[in-house]
């Protein structure tokens, strides 16, 4: 059973810094199964990054992807107001889908 | 406009059925992958179920042998059937679809309903 470890497990920066966000499979993965999503409070998740470092539609450039298997990587750059919330990780392997435990990122 | 609209939750006592409905509109369901994610209160997010577009699908070890994913083509909707239900089920559930050529990432999704089971 894949196993994804985000780190750091909080985060708090302030607006303009730039946050980095880890995310580390058990076992061997591909970078095309690999993505990132960002959910606020009472809201569903959103797609930020898929196979690894591409934006989805409409996600600013701020947000960027990176890493291969086993370790993976989302850099927000420029925090703005609307970018503190929680970010889960996102793998796939053996027909399963498997997301990490997140990452709250809290304004400081 | 790309939409998913799930309905069906509510609170059920340990050991019922409950079955969920997703809604599409804006696309075929017959083209995406549809899948079934769940988040307990407080808690991540589960992926639980996905039906491909070939039919076949494929279930997370927590609810195989009790949820079972369908789709109705003619209504553009995907049901989950969730059989003997436990406390752990407590949860938002999620639908959430992607083209199947652009699989295993999840683009759109629905605003969730909440599944309580209680006594």
């Known amino acids: 059973e894949m196993v994804l470890t985000q780190s750091p497990g909080s985060l708090s920066l302030s607006p303009g810094d730039t946050a980095t966000l880890s995310c580390r499979a058990s076992?061997?993965?591909?970078?095309?199964?690999s993505a990132w999503y960002q959910q606020k409070p009472g809201q569903a998740p959103r797609l930020l990054i898929y196979?690894?470092?591409r934006r989805a539609t409409g996600i600013p450039d701020r947000f960027s992807g990176s890493g291969s298997g086993p370790d993976f990587t989302l850099t927000i750059s420029r925090l703005e107001p609307e970018d503190f919330a929680v970010y889960f990780c996102?793998?796939?392997?053996?027909?399963?889908?498997?997301f990490g435990q997140g990452t709250r990122l809290e304004i400081k | 406009e790309v939409q998913l609209v799930e309905s069906g939750g509510g609170l059920i006592q340990p050991g019922g059925s409950l079955r969920l409905s997703c809604a599409a509109s804006?696309?075929?369901?017959?083209?995406?992958?549809l899948n079934w994610v769940r988040q307990a209160p407080g808690k991540g997010l589960e992926w639980i179920s996905v039906?491909?577009?070939?039919?076949?699908?494929f279930y997370a070890d927590s609810v195989r042998g009790r949820f079972s994913f369908s789709r109705d083509n003619s209504k553009n909707t995907v049901y989950l059937q969730m059989n003997r239900l436990t406390v752990d089920d407590t949860a938002v559930y999620y639908c959430?679809?992607?083209?199947?050529?652009?699989?295993?990432?999840?683009?759109?999704w629905g605003q969730g309903t909440l599944v309580t089971v209680s006594s």
């Open positions: 996102q793998q796939y392997g053996n027909s399963r889908i498997t």
């Open positions: 804006g696309f075929s369901v017959t083209t995406h992958y």
């Open positions: 959430a679809s992607v083209p199947q050529w652009e699989w295993p990432s999840l683009d759109t």
């Open positions: 196979r690894a470092s």
């Open positions: 076992q061997s993965v591909s970078d095309v199964y």
């Open positions: 039906i491909y577009t070939s039919g076949d699908t």
